[in-house]
Structure formats: structure tokens, C-alpha cells
């Protein structure tokens, strides 16, 4: 499945956005879906997971109350609400579909095998 993350963009600390990752080739009601982030010099980072029927989901720690992951199987979209936004958060967003051992390593990038191209976020203080 090809991933396509949007709604990045430069906003003030205590902001918010919404992330969007459009699906084609294929449908994500088949998957698990994640958020990751890669800040620059740093290694990428997990944010949230979903799994593929929203029935359960998963949160970094520094994200969590912050953060919000949803999916729309019948629009093969996954979103990912950002609130309270921090200068730590800025970042390239990039959206992935799950390929391995979801329920366990749901946090490992590894875990991901369709990764979509990212969005950057970009919050000022």
C-alpha cells in the first residue's frame, strides 16, 4: 500500500494540527497503522498505533493526552490529531502501515513495512 502523510506546517507552541495519511493501492483496513517522527540528528521515533479496527490504541509517552490517533477504513485515511503543541514536537511526521508482529511490537519501526514520505511539523516557541 502507498502512503501519503499531509497537513504539516510551521504553528506556534500550544497549537494544533491534523495529520492525515491517504492510502492507494490498496486498502488499510487490512492493517495496523503507526505514527512515527524524526527529528533532525535523532533517530526515528514512535508516536502512536492504531489498530486495524480502531479497537485499540497506543501512545508514546510524551504524546499521550496530547495526541489523538483515528482511522476512516472507508476513506482508507488515518489521522492523527496534534494538540498542545511543543517545540520538542517539531519533526518529519511519516505515517506507516504495519507488516509484522503488530500486538506485540506495535512501537518498533521494524514492525512497519509501508512507510508513507512525511510531513513536517514545525512549532516556535
Known amino acids: 500500500v502507498q502512503l501519503q502523510a499531509s497537513g504539516g506546517g510551521l504553528v506556534q507552541a500550544g497549537g494544533s494540527l491534523r495529520l492525515s495519511c491517504a492510502a492507494s493501492?490498496?486498502?488499510?483496513?487490512?492493517?495496523?497503522m503507526g505514527w512515527f517522527r524524526q527529528a533532525p540528528e535523532k533517530g526515528r521515533e514512535f508516536v502512536a498505533a492504531?489498530?486495524?479496527?480502531?479497537?485499540?490504541?497506543y501512545y508514546a509517552d510524551s504524546v499521550k493526552g496530547r495526541f489523538t490517533i483515528s482511522r476512516d477504513n472507508a476513506k482508507n485515511t488515518v489521522y492523527l490529531q496534534i494538540n498542545s503543541l511543543k517545540p520538542e514536537d517539531t519533526a518529519v511526521y511519516y505515517c506507516?502501515?504495519?507488516?509484522?508482529?503488530?500486538?506485540?511490537?506495535?512501537?518498533?519501526?521494524?514492525?512497519?513495512?509501508?512507510w508513507g514520505q512525511g510531513t513536517q511539523v514545525t512549532v516556535s516557541s
Open positions: 492504531i489498530r486495524w479496527d480502531g479497537g485499540r490504541t
Open positions: 493501492g490498496g486498502t488499510i483496513s487490512n492493517y495496523a
Open positions: 506507516a502501515a504495519a507488516t509484522g508482529y503488530f500486538a506485540v511490537y506495535w512501537h518498533l519501526a521494524t514492525t512497519y513495512g509501508d
